[in-house]
């Protein structure tokens, strides 16, 4: 575009008066000195004529503004192409455009502005060229860029919520810890999307915190670690680092965490701490600079804080869930399932049984003569003998059989898939078992402990539930009657009395 700056004056002989509307050398004095870059083109598309205010703004001297390209040449290399385009598509059809790009100021910085050019046209109608006016949007820009992101970090935060709040909610309706594992994968790849995070849980004693949950990570696999080697669990709170080579890192769990940098949250609930959230922080960019305006790792570090709020709270509520459930199915002496658990359990294997057409047995189990022996040795002995027998149920069932404290010194032992003969051989292996206990009790060793052992198999022996514990009933009585320290199938039609102890 070749540029031609044109300063209008006042011809010899022209009169008017000074701020009449038809002076001409009033709209001169505008056109010159108007506060807005103004502009005249030709019908060929040079410019004719170009203001102060032009001048200023560039820099431009005069004689500069007229040689050809002036204009380009102060346009921002990357708007050229397309300013260029928008110009010319417009002159060949003659209609009116608006452009923006950046324009190159005096101090060189490049300010956004936006050119208007209406077409002008003689008294004939023939088209002339444009009249033109640029102005600063620099400002206006800003704005609407800072609106932009004010829009997206809104949308981005309604995001998170919406995500932890479906977090949560699939966090409630686990029943187990290991149930926790696919939930926390599918909404930690929608938090964290492909960064490597971690969770580690405090083991039982509490003296380890051990591996959970690696996501996206490429690092060696977890280990195990004291929780004194993490800095987020001494300090209590977050914990951010970057790993520079040949300096040395504050937390000595730091080589570990991260390849270059990373964060650590602890996660606690009611008072406890529970484990530790950590997420890479790896080519981050500047966020890791705590003078930054907000950040990914701001972002980050906020939606952390909320993750290992929600991902405690929920673990530890299972952990309690469990440790009630527990409590309200076992039995606090032996550890065995109670009578409770026994008779839900029974219940529900007898359907299965009965659907699947396949044997279970029931064996019924009394120690003998136990009154007598916690009458010798007092309550605090027979509380011994019964924890050991309760060991050694457990120690001999097979690993889908439920042992189970019937009351007192009875016990049961719902062993699944088994036919009687199957049964026989495991109650002897108990009974054979039950008298090798050898207790230490105020320096004399109790023994001499023997189990009386009866069984029913359903559906041989009985139609429900009643009858199959009533039938198992009867052939422990029976080897009671038969001298104690025996294993006794049910034998339909045989007749036994009630055998105490």
Known sequence: MNIAVVYPRREPGESGSQGSSSDPQLFRDVALNAPTMLWVSDEHGAVVFQNEQYLRFTGLSAAQAMAPDSWLNVVHPEDRKPAMQAYTAALKVHRAFAVEYRLRQHDGRYRDVVDRAQPRHDAAGQFRGYIGATFDITERKQQEEALRASTMAIENRSHELNVLYALKSDLQVCRTIEETRPVLIHYGEQLFLTRPTRIYLHNNSRDLVEPFL?????????????????????KGKIHLEQVRAGKPVMCPNGTRCGRTAYMCVPMAAFGETIGVLQVDLTNIGDGMTPASTPTPVADLERVGLMAADEIGTAIEELKLRARLRNQSIRDPLTLLFNRRYFMETLEREVYRARQGRRPLALLMLDLDHFKQFNDTHGHTGGDLVLKEFGKVLQATVRGGDVACRYGGEEF???????????????????????????????????????????IAVFPDDADTIEQLIARADAALYAAKAAGRNRVQLYVAGATTGNSAD
């Not at 003969?421 to 008298?435: F, L, S, V, W």
């Not at 320096?443 to 001499?448: H, I, M, N, R």
């Open 214 to 234: 690696n996501l996206n990570s490429e690092l060696d696999p977890a280990e195990m670690f004291p929780p004194e080697q993490c800095w987020a669990l001494r």
């Open 412 to 454: 049961a032992v719902v062993m699944l898939d088994c036919p009687s003969d199957g049964a026989a051989k495991r109650a002897e292996e108990i009974r054979n078992a039950t008298m090798k206990i050898a207790s230490e009790y105020h320096g004399a060793t109790l023994s001499g402990v023997t189990t009386s052992i009866g």
